[in-house]
């Protein structure tokens, strides 16, 4: 069975600071993987997505960027952490033999102080 | 005009009662639908998937898809203490994205 793993679960920075959350997926080769945010209260942004090694589409211009060493690891960076950058951290993945399911890791909550 | 959009919370029901979601999508090529749930600070997690106009039923649970007036619906029947949580409609507009509604917030009554 396949497994999504984040670290790290929680996570408090000071502004300014670097930021990196990595998330890894088990049982599966070659999946599809997000992130999103979700600020207190809100919905589900779309961050960036990734459909193979080295392939990065980002949704949303801002101070985030993401990588993908190997096919199932995707790390979401940050050079300067901003206030606004608080949030639940999901990470999730999608087969490409299916019809569009996504399946999230448990997520890392960063506050930014 | 928000691409997915959900029946605004929060919803109380009382135990034993049927929880009625809606969920509507402004993409008329849209395929594949699913709902999601999720506990206070977890994780979202899925609970169904529809891809065909009509009803799939899952235990308690019931989706609805009308793909003619892009609706889709979540039925919760017997509706438990442990169903309190946010329901979230994702709607896949690609082959690669999925749109989220708001989420809807679910408390039921013991």
């Known amino acids: ?13 000071p502004v300014g600071s670097p930021l990196s959350l990595e998330c890894t997926v088990e049982g599966t080769s070659n ?3 997000y992130w999103y945010r979700q600020a207190a209260g809100r919905g589900l942004q779309l961050l960036f997505y990734s459909v193979g090694i080295g392939q990065i589409s980002s949704e949303v211009p801002q101070n985030l960027s993401a990588s993908r060493p190997q096919d199932r690891q995707f ?8 206030l606004s950058d608080s949030g639940f951290y ?10 569009g399911e996504q399946y999230f890791g448990p997520g890392t909550r960063l506050t930014v102080t | 005009q928000k ?32 709902w999601y749930r999720q506990y206070s600070g977890k994780s979202p997690e899925l609970i169904m998937s529809i ?3 009509g009803d799939k039923e899952d235990g308690r649970f019931t989706a609805q ?10 039925l919760i029947r017997d509706s438990q203490p442990s169903d309190s949580a946010t329901y979230l409609c994702a709607v896949n507009m690609n082959d690669y994205k999925l749109s989220f509604g708001a989420g809807t917030t679910v408390t039921v009554r013991a």
């Open chain 1, 75 to 82: 790390i979401l960076s940050s050079k300067k952490l901003l």
């Open chain 1, 90 to 99: 999901l990470c999730a993945w999608q087969s490409t033999r299916e019809l």
């Open chain 2, 65 to 74: 898809l009308n793909k003619a007036s892009q609706y889709v619906s979540l």
């Open chain 1, 1 to 13: 069975s396949q497994t999504i793993h984040q670290w790290p679960a929680t996570l408090v920075q």
């Open chain 1, 31 to 33: 999946p599809n993987l």
């Open chain 2, 51 to 53: 891809y065909s106009n």
């Open chain 2, 3 to 34: 691409e997915v959009e959900q029946n605004s919370g929060p919803l109380s029901v009382p135990e034993g009662a049927i929880a009625s979601l809606n969920c509507t999508y402004s993409d008329r090529v849209s395929q594949s639908f699913f």
